[in-house]
């Protein structure tokens, strides 16, 4: 009895030794957060080209409200008006759906640190995005709230909504879930075929 006894305090330690070696090859933390990445890669994955498309969207519309700016002083102002209602429902249209995108992805609830965090950026992106598309709304309901008013100079939302649609359609805008479907593959290192 001795002898298996003291054959087992002997091994002891070299079984704890074993164990703690197989948690570092394969750390059980890790695993869930993998499990994790994957469940928020597969709900962003779902929503990203929808998302993609309402960029698209947005840049036909800014484009259009562009041309329609420059357009202006040869415009009636029914012509005007109309046309900024136009875009204006358009812009309404897009951010009524990124909000409802948004509200989807906010629906997690992750245990993972680094998952949580792509989920609040993939958040802070796509209010990034709604948040730009009210402020043109806002100076196009401006703008025709102008025009219904009688007037049909002096404008102020024309130069800085000018302004911020040269900077949109200059620059190029890459989906804010696109980029943190990548960030989710090279943080826990699986392709989309592993994600399902």
């Keep these: 009895m001795t002898a298996v006894r003291s054959l087992g305090v002997a091994l002891l330690p070299l079984l704890s030794l074993t164990i703690t070696g197989c948690i570092h090859i394969v750390p059980v933390g890790r695993i869930g957060e993998v499990t994790e990445a994957k469940r928020l890669y597969k709900t962003l994955k779902g929503f990203a080209p929808e998302s993609r498309d309402l960029l698209v969207q947005e840049h036909d519309v800014a484009n259009a409200l562009k041309i329609a700016l420059d357009e202006a002083p040869q415009l009636s102002k029914e012509t005007l008006r109309d046309k900024f209602n136009s875009y204006s429902d358009r812009f309404i249209a897009i951010r009524n759906r ?32 709604i ?39 200059s620059l190029s805008v890459i989906d804010p879930l696109s980029i943190q479907l990548r960030a989710l593959q090279e943080e826990f290192r699986f392709n989309e075929g592993e994600a399902g």
């Design 131 to 169: 948040a730009r598309t009210e402020t043109w709304i806002k100076f196009a309901q401006n703008i025709r709230l102008r025009t219904e008013l009688g007037r049909d100079k002096d404008f102020p939302e024309f130069a800085a909504l000018s302004h911020q649609l040269e900077g949109f359609l």
């Design 98 to 129: 990124r909000q409802q995108i948004l509200e989807a992805i906010r629906q997690g609830m992750w245990d993972s640190p680094m998952v949580f965090v792509v989920q609040q950026r993939a958040m802070a992106g796509v209010q990034d995005d």
